[in-house]
């Protein structure tokens, strides 16, 4: 079950950490979090390897109202191809500031992730649309 208010909390999470300890806690806090909360996701991952991944990823997206995301398996990597951010979008459409690095959680996090579970993750862009690669090991995002 989605709950997009969610994203006010960790908006506004991210942007008292950065304000009050910097940009280097921020991403140890990012870090942190995707060794620690995410190891599941990881574990989850190593022993289901790209399936996983699709399918987690397919999954939590259908779950997220206002986003336009088209996940898909490509050989040895996960395409992700996110149109219009769920996160982002929620937080503009009730005029939320948003934190400038909030796109930036997902590059740590997820890199954390794949890292644990022995792939590696890549991610091109931000606020509010990118592109994001899961891949096995010696495998390129393109």
């Known amino acids: 079950m989605a709950a997009p208010d969610f994203y006010f909390a960790i908006n506004a999470t991210f942007r008292f950490i950065e304000e009050r300890w910097g ?64 996160a982002i979008h929620h937080l503009r459409t009730h005029g939320r500031e948003i934190l400038p690095r909030y796109c930036q959680h997902c590059r740590v996090v997820s890199g954390v992730i794949a890292e644990n579970a022995g792939l590696s993750f890549a991610m091109e862009g931000g606020d509010g649309a990118c592109e994001q690669w899961w891949m096995e090991e010696g495998e390129g995002k393109r």
């Open 23 to 86: 940009e280097e806690a921020l991403n140890r806090y990012w870090e942190a979090m995707g060794r620690g909360y995410f190891a599941p996701l990881s574990a989850r991952f190593r022993t289901g390897g790209l399936a996983a991944v699709e399918a987690y990823w397919r999954d939590f997206f259908a779950e997220e109202p206002g986003g336009e995301v088209g996940v898909r398996r490509e050989g040895g990597r996960v395409a992700i191809r996110v149109r219009r951010c769920p």
